[in-house]
């Protein structure tokens, strides 16, 4: 290895050593990884200029030692010069990848680094930081994709915007160039939400010609967002694509700008460049000038910011109009999400009331099952299309599939005879759902047919064989009826008729501030008449309403209201003024787990053992079982929403995105990222199934120490999202039982997903990961909690500073919202 890069990894190894003594021994400023890391960016740099197209990662020397690639990318030699389009005459927006790096460090340095000596270590020091962002920040861009169609010659767009096409990836690399080695200490995780009124949507059409929606065509197939898209609804979506004609300079897309919008390159030519702040020496300015690199450009069929049509997200590049013969076509956030949804609304609706409608064996459906065992079919009936002359089912294969005529027409026949016909709402193949018999025809579509169909091992894995429901329906939809009236008068008995009791907020005393939130702050009080302590949210009225978070409060006091559960935060009752909303809880004095979590991390043990997993995983699920049964989605289950009682058993809190889906699905954005499932990025409607893959977030991140799905690039974690389980590399610690429970809850058809097939949760508590482990002693809290939290004697003790007798300290203004509430609270919960 060079000289240069020996000092840097080992700065005892050289000879800047003063009174020839060994010196104390120091970390090296930069170590393998970090050298290998910025080696690759820039050979993809200098690709990118050699290269017709976008670089793969599979492209990358992975034999090489680190030290020849930057002796060589280093030398004089290889660098642009005026003859060959390089020279001091390049502008800084004109600068190539490998003349910007080759400036922001300065010309005349000599390679071997004689010049780093302690003197000017900090200058050295300032000089590899920055090309260690560089790099970082390129290599994740490249990483992101390859624009689409066509043959980018970038994958820069917006920060979430580079394209989804998929590359050859190694997964261990993925995993170790995406994960911030301060994972823990970056990730702040702020929960979305974007409800859109898609129903109130007027679409609204831009005419193009054929060879223009081919082109469109051509260029989002590829794109994950939309691989599961069938032709027909890919066309209605190129319908509300807009033209942008743009002049020569003009631009489209400016890095650090919040974008909406995805565009597809008809004609023309466009820049890509970057922003870096700072340059050390030489051509590349003074530390903290910002210098420009052009990255890359797109042509006619590339694509970019893809990710604006899931959610806002700076851009990472600006792109400009090279030429002037610059269109575009744009797709808005809004109209892609109101047209997808309405596409996916009407299409569950339909199958929903198809098969109301279908019989098998003389039996009903509708007679079999109940409206919520009809939902589940509903989301793992799919649909397909044959155009005509096609062969659907022949004449002796053997059967697997139920099927429905959406439209079209189906001939049937027998050999070579065709001996009738299935118009559209009837149905064939309905004995695939009894047993696997040899099909009797031959179905071959008359005409352009769409079919929806339901194959056995899906229906079995709902519902069990189809001939034990028909033996046993009445017993197992009134069981399954049952359950669900008997869980919601569970929840509402205990209110109904104890004595309450009216709370008023001088019947509390304030201590200590228990910690502070978007919307206001948490404090410790104690009943004066009782002496029992609780914790008083108060949210100021004014941001609540400034935010439009209406709806999400009065939800969390609704359903934390009505639900009486251990492992469920209760909101005993509220109260308010003309500047605060309050809620009085129970109090949690064991902190929230991710704390825990850190703390795990931050000791090197990376996360917790899968025994201690499995306790909180369990704790979450008794909590999704009282939810799930009164049809209430969570949506946003990460350890920080999991907090401590004083036995160190773990309380689901914060209700905000939680919602009851009576019927049907909903198709609201929400969620914190890491933990999103698939059908919420793809808007293709959801309801509590998205909980399932969030436990299998839950469990991997609290095992592993780092979230399955995280990326620095917002792009790469989309894509590994929509990948689900293959995406995943499973942590060789990891015992053969979690792996299995883990992939089964990253299954990325919801139908299928664990949880939501057949015997629903109780798959999940009877998996053989939690073979052995204690429900009922988790249920009565006698199981001795894995941690347990470091509770004073005096209790009141517990919090920051003491904050006298009034709640909040800052002002806000008045609100004139006054929502219903209740201040009563049972008398039982009032009393120590």
Known sequence: MGSCLSFLLDPDNSDNTSGGSASKPRSP???????????QAIDIMGNIHSKKGSPKKADLPQDVP?????????????????????????????????????NMTGQNKPLDASDVTPSTLHEATNEIRLIRKFAADYLAAVEGGGGGGGGASSGVGDSAGFSMEDQPQDKSDESKDDVDDDYNDKNVRLAMYDKQDFASFRKISYEKSPEIRDLIYEAIRPNALFEFDTKEELLQIIDVFKPVMLTKGECVVRQGEVGSEFYVVESGTLSVHVSFRGGGGGGGGGMGEPSEVRVGTYTKGNTFGELALIFGSPRAATITAMTD??????????????????????????????????VVSGHAFTDLFDEYMIEDLTIATKVDVYEAGEVILRQGEIGDTFYIVKSGRVDTYRKEERVGSIDEKKTFGTTSLLKGDPNPYTYMAANRVTLFYLTRRDFEAIMGRFQDVIDGNTVARTIHTKE?????????????????????????????????GAFGKVTLVQATRTKKVFALKAQSKHTIVTKGQQEHVMNELHITSDIDHQNIVRIHCAMQDDKYLYFLLDLLPGGELWSHLLKSTQKGMGGFSEDVTKFYAASVLLAFEVL?????????????????????????????????????????FCGTPDYMAPELIRRTGHNWAVDYWGLGVFIFELTHGSAPFYAKNNQVRIRKILKGFESVKVP?????????????????????????????????????????????????????????????????????????????????????????????????????
């Open 29 to 39: 400023l930069v170590n393998e990884n970090d050298t290998r890391r910025l080696t």
């Open 732 to 832: 060789s610690t990891f015992s053969g039982g979690l792996s299995d429970l883990i992939s089964n809850l990253f299954t990325i058809d919801q139908s299928k997903r664990l949880g939501r097939t057949q015997n629903g949760i109780y798959a999940i508590k009877n998996h053989r990961w939690f073979a052995g482990f204690d429900w009922e002693g988790l249920s009565d809290q006698t199981l001795q909690a894995p941690i347990v939290p470091d509770i004073p004697s005096d209790i009141k003790s517990i919090g920051k500073l003491r904050i006298g007798s009034h709640l909040p300290d800052e002002d806000p203004p008045s609100s004139d919202w006054w929502p219903i509430i209740s201040s009563e609270l049972n008398v039982s919960d009032y009393a120590e």
């Open 325 to 358: 013969d610059c269109k575009v076509w744009s797709l808005e956030r809004e109209a892609y999400r109101s047209v997808i949804s309405q596409i996916r609304y009407a299409q569950h609706m339909e199958k929903n009331a198809f098969l109301k409608s279908c």
């Open 628 to 668: 799930h049964q009164s049809l209430i989605a969570y949506r946003d289950l990460k350890p920080e929403n999991i907090v401590l009682n004083k036995k160190g058993y773990g309380v689901l809190v914060d209700f905000g995105l939680a919602k009851e889906i009576s019927g049907g699905q909903t198709y609201t």
């Open 484 to 516: 669900k009236d008997a869980s919601r008068r569970t929840f509402t008995t205990s209110m109904t008729h104890e004595e309450k009791f009216r709370c008023e907020l001088h019947d509390l005393e304030h201590f200590k501030l228990l910690g502070r």
């Open 66 to 102: 680190a030290a020849h690639h930057v002796a060589a990318v280093t030398s004089p030699s290889s660098l642009p010069t005026a003859a060959n389009g390089g020279g001091e005459d390049v502008a800084d927006d004109e600068q190539t990848p490998l003349q910007f790096i080759f």
